[in-house]
């Protein structure tokens, strides 16, 4: 059995998907249902024995200490996290609780677990990180590899950062059996809205603005989630305890041709009605408080020791998403219901 915890968010419940999808093994997933999970994600899998599902959070030491003496799991896959940039700008409280105290309370179990377990070398735990940890780069400095040097500027990639350096730190004192994860933007199926992609797609078909930060000249590397996915996997199974793997798309986009990609699409799969573009709708609105320029990922570790490679080009990976939006309006409108309407308030005043 894997025990996954937000495994009703974004990435965690594509993983889930995908996990059933091609194994028997049995998933546990906790998760807090915070307003980024959704028991929709899942929906596909109700009455799937496969999946079994606890409402509760990582920094309930006690809960997960049960789950995992009941379930004994051969892994832990660790995606709960609070995730979004701009919330830790406006309340970093959340972030340092789930991230870094979340983590080690995880931890702290797991080490347990595993101490009771005659220290299983077959067991993992699997931290899922962000190359946000590394900081910002200039247009000409070379790519994140695993050893760049962690210097992480918003209170969520402290956080995350934060919460990696206890994974490492397990793994040296204690010997517990983990692999890290440092991934670039993901993008796809059920992405919460109020991140760059989904919120330019719904707003374009509400006719709202398209806000872009700045002079929409920052590059994020992209990779579609299903690809991560497969890393993660990848990963579990053949990573080397102790070791960090970065993982990334080859796809560094600014924000602008991000934008202006989805804008083509819905031009071509949903027209408006007056005939214009959407890229009509784009707006530049105040920057970011400590905007990080550039990201960029050198995937090569995972590539040659793994043999991982994603399998959707940024052009293959957001025709599918802006078509599952398109196709997927009920779960949107199941999203974005009032403490979403807050958040846009809030953010965008
Ligand atoms: P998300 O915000 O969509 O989902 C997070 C999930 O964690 C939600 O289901 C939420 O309910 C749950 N959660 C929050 N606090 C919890 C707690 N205390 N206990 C249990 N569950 C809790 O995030 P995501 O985009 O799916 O990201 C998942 C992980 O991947 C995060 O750790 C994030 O840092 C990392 N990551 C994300 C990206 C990206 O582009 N989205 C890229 C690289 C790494
Ligand atoms: P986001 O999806 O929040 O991911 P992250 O900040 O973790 O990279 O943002 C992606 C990029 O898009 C980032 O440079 C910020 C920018 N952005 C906008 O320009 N406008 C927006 O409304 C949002 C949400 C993000």
């Known amino acids: ?17 995908d996990w059933l999808a091609q194994s028997d093994e049995p998933v546990l997933n906790l998760d807090a249902l915070t307003y980024a999970g959704n028991l929709g994600n899942l929906r596909s899998l109700e009455g799937d024995e496969g999946h079994i599902f606890v409402h509760g959070s990582i920094a309930d030491g006690a809960l997960v200490e049960r789950l995992l003496a009941d ?20 309340g970093p409280a959340d972030f340092i609780d789930t991230n870094i105290v979340g983590t080690f309370r995880l931890l702290e179990a797991a080490r347990a677990y595993w101490s009771g377990g005659s220290k299983d070398d077959s067991f993992r735990f699997l931290h899922i ?34 919460s990696d350096h206890l994974v490492r730190a397990y793994h040296h004192t204690y010997g517990l059996p983990v692999l890290t994860t440092n991934c670039s933007n993901n993008y796809g199926p059920f992405h919460f809205p109020e991140k760059l992609i989904p919120l330019v797609i719904n707003n374009a078909l509400l006719g709202r603005p398209l806000p872009l930060y700045g002079d929409g000249q920052q590059i994020r590397d992209w990779l579609y989630v299903k690809d991560h996915c497969s890393a993660l996997r990848r990963v579990l199974q053949s990573g080397v305890p102790g070791r960090t793997y970065n993982v990334g798309g080859w796809n560094e ?7 202006q990609s989805i804008c083509d ?21 105040t920057d970011r408080p400590g905007h990080d320029r550039r990201y960029a990922i050198d995937a090569r570790r995972i590539e040659s020791e793994l043999g991982w490679r994603p399998s959707e080009t940024f052009e293959s990976g957001i025709r599918k998403t802006v078509g599952w ?18 958040w846009l308030e809030k953010q965008y005043a």
């Open 265 to 285: 699409l819905l031009d071509e799969l949903k027209p408006r009605d007056d005939g214009q573009s959407y890229r009509g709708q784009i707006t530049f609105v």
């Open 129 to 162: 990180s962000t190359d946000e940890v590394f900081g910002t780069l200039d247009a000409d400095d070379e790519a994140f590899h695993e050893e760049t040097q962690y210097q992480p500027n918003s209170p969520y990639s402290a956080s995350k950062a934060a």
């Open 1 to 17: 059995m894997l025990f996954v915890t937000g495994g009703a968010g974004f990435i965690g419940s594509n993983f889930v998907l």
């Open 71 to 90: 379930y004994r799991p051969r892994a832990i896959v660790n995606f709960a996290a609070e995730s979004h940039v701009d919330r830790s700008i406006h």
């Open 253 to 259: 986009r600014t924000n602008l041709d991000v934008v």
């Open 325 to 342: 939006y398109l196709d997927n309006a009920e779960w949107v409108r199941n999203v974005t219901s009032g403490s979403y309407r807050n």
